[in-house]
């Protein structure tokens, strides 16, 4: 397993294109509609300098149904269209932890959740956003690489409190 050290980054604010579903293979949905839209505007290659972000988010403050959300760096003039939405990612002081293999996601939650915990640092808390409860970002490094999951990056992101 591979599992960097817990690090402090800023982040500036950030225009986004939000894909969203909820469903039994809510990933796989929100996905597919990242996909489509991008490809259509010709961000879908590894040359783009566009990031993408995901996150879970629960409709109840129940952990079941949940729905997820990817959210796709774009340009800010860009218009929203159809059921893509047009966001910010917030900037500020997040504690950020790279991990390799989407089969490690839940050990290096619970490494970043641990950290923060015996840290000086606070988590900003829960809101509640237009699909529902939602936290923290999972971004995709290698979103635009036809890999194996076992060979996906990503970067957890919690937003602190200042």
């Given at each position: 397993?591979?599992?960097?050290?817990?690090r402090?980054?800023?982040?500036?604010?950030?225009?986004?294109?939000?894909?969203?579903?909820?469903?039994?293979?809510?990933?796989?949905d929100a996905w597919?509609?990242?996909?489509?839209?991008?490809?259509?505007?010709?961000?879908?290659?590894?040359?783009?300098?566009?990031?993408?972000?995901?996150?879970?988010?629960?409709?109840?403050?129940?952990?079941?149904?949940h729905?997820?959300?990817?959210?796709?760096?774009?340009?800010?003039?860009?218009?929203?269209?159809?059921?893509?939405?047009?966001?910010?990612?917030?900037?500020?002081?997040?504690?950020v932890?790279?991990?390799?293999?989407?089969?490690?996601?839940?050990?290096?939650?619970?490494?970043?959740?641990?950290?923060i915990?015996?840290?000086?640092?606070?988590?900003?808390?829960?809101?509640?956003?237009?699909?529902g409860?939602?936290?923290?970002?999972?971004?995709?490094?290698t979103?635009?690489?036809?890999?194996?999951?076992?060979?996906?990056?990503?970067?957890?992101?919690?937003?602190?409190k200042?």
């Open positions: 397993m591979t599992l960097d050290e817990v402090l980054e800023r982040l500036k604010k950030m225009h986004v294109a939000s894909f969203h579903a909820v469903s039994d293979t809510p990933e796989e597919k509609k990242l996909e489509t839209w991008a490809k259509s505007k010709g961000l879908f290659k590894k040359t783009t300098e566009a990031r993408v972000f995901g996150r879970n988010t629960y409709p109840t403050k129940n952990p079941e149904p729905g997820y959300e990817f959210l796709m760096t774009i340009e800010e003039n860009v218009e929203a269209e159809g059921d893509v939405k047009i966001k910010e990612i917030p900037g500020g002081l997040y504690a932890l790279r991990f390799t293999d989407l089969n490690n996601i839940g050990k290096a939650w619970e490494k970043l959740w641990t950290w915990k015996e840290s000086k640092h606070e988590h900003v808390g829960w809101k509640k956003g237009e699909h409860w939602c936290t923290s970002y999972e971004e995709h490094l979103w635009y690489e036809r890999k194996p999951p076992e060979e996906w990056v990503f970067d957890l992101w919690v937003d602190l200042k």
